[in-house]
T-cell receptor, first 114, second 117 residues
Framework: GENVEQHPSTLSVQEGDSAVIKCTYS??????FPWYKQELGKGPQLIID?????GEKKDQRIAVTLNKTAKHFSLHITETQPEDSAVYFC?????????????FGTGTRLTIIP | GAVVSQHPSWVICKSGTSVKIECRSL??????MFWYRQFPKQSLMLMAT?????????EQGVEKDKFLINHASLTLSTLTVTSAHPEDSSFYIC?????????????FGNGTRLTVT
C-alpha cells in the first residue's frame, strides 16, 4: 500500500517569512495529492490539491509543487500570518480507482511567531 | 461549498456504555463516507469505509463488532462505539466525497472528541 512521509514534524517561522513542508510517497500510481490544515479541536480542511498532470499549483499565498520522478511534493506558504498556525497534513491517493483510500502523512505543526 | 456536519462535537460516557456519532453531508449526496480516528498529536488513521445500503469495509485491526457503522441514507452515516472503554477515548472524524462531482475531494467533519471514564 501507499506510504507517505512528511517533514518536518514541527516548524516555527517568523511572521512574514515563508514556510515549506515536504512529503514523499511510495506508490508511483498515486496521482492526487491534497494538503489539509487542521486547527485545534477541528477536522482537517482542504487548502490546496494537485494532480499528477501538473507540476505546480498556486492559490494566493499557498503553492504546491510536485516531482513525480522523485515522488515528492511540497507545500509552500509565503508571507506567513499568525492564522497560518495549525497542523498541516499531506496525503496521497489514486484517482479513478473507485474509493481508493487517502493515505495521510504524519503532520507538521506550524507555528508562526509574531 | 460542501459541508459535512458531525454530531456531537464532544461526548463523555462511562465505561461499558455505547455512544453513537452522526455524520451528515448537508448539501450533497455521499454514497461513501469514511471514519477516521486521531490520537493526540498523531495523524488520521482510517477505521472504515461506510457504504450506503451495504456493509462497511473495515481496515485491518479495527473490530467491526465494536465500531458499528450504519449508512442508511445518502446523507447520513453513524458510528456506534459499543461497550466503550477508556482506551477508546479519541478524536473521531468522518469525511465524505460528493457523488456527483468527478474525483471529488474529501470533505471532513469537525470531529467528535470521545472521553470514556
Amino acid at each position: 500500500g501507499e506510504n507517505v512521509e512528511q517533514h518536518p514534524s514541527t516548524l516555527s517561522v517568523q511572521e512574514g517569512d515563508s514556510a515549506v513542508i515536504k512529503c514523499t510517497y511510495s506508490d508511483s500510481a498515486s496521482n492526487y495529492f491534497p494538503w489539509y490544515k487542521q486547527e485545534l479541536g477541528k477536522g482537517p480542511q482542504l487548502i490546496i490539491d494537485i494532480r499528477s498532470n501538473v507540476g505546480e499549483k498556486k492559490d494566493q499565498r499557498i503553492a504546491v509543487t510536485l516531482n513525480k520522478t522523485a515522488k515528492h511534493f511540497s507545500l509552500h506558504i509565503t508571507e506567513t500570518q499568525p492564522e497560518d498556525s495549525a497542523v498541516y497534513f499531506c496525503a496521497a491517493r489514486r484517482l479513478n480507482f473507485g474509493n481508493e483510500k487517502l493515505t495521510f502523512g504524519t503532520g507538521t505543526r506550524l507555528t508562526i511567531i509574531p | 461549498g460542501a459541508v459535512v456536519s458531525q454530531h456531537p462535537s464532544w461526548v463523555i460516557c462511562k465505561s461499558g456504555t455505547s455512544v453513537k456519532i452522526e455524520c451528515r453531508s448537508l448539501d450533497f449526496q455521499a454514497t461513501t463516507m469514511f471514519w477516521y480516528r486521531q490520537f493526540p498529536k498523531q495523524s488520521l488513521m482510517l477505521m472504515a469505509t461506510s457504504n450506503e445500503g451495504s456493509k462497511a469495509t473495515y481496515e485491518q485491526g479495527v473490530e467491526k463488532d465494536k465500531f458499528l457503522i450504519n449508512h442508511a441514507s445518502l446523507t447520513l452515516s453513524t458510528l456506534t462505539v459499543t461497550s466503550a472503554h477508556p482506551e477508546d477515548s479519541s478524536f473521531y472524524i468522518c469525511s465524505a466525497r460528493e457523488d456527483l462531482v468527478l474525483n471529488s475531494p474529501l470533505h471532513f467533519g469537525n470531529g467528535t472528541r470521545l472521553t470514556v471514564t
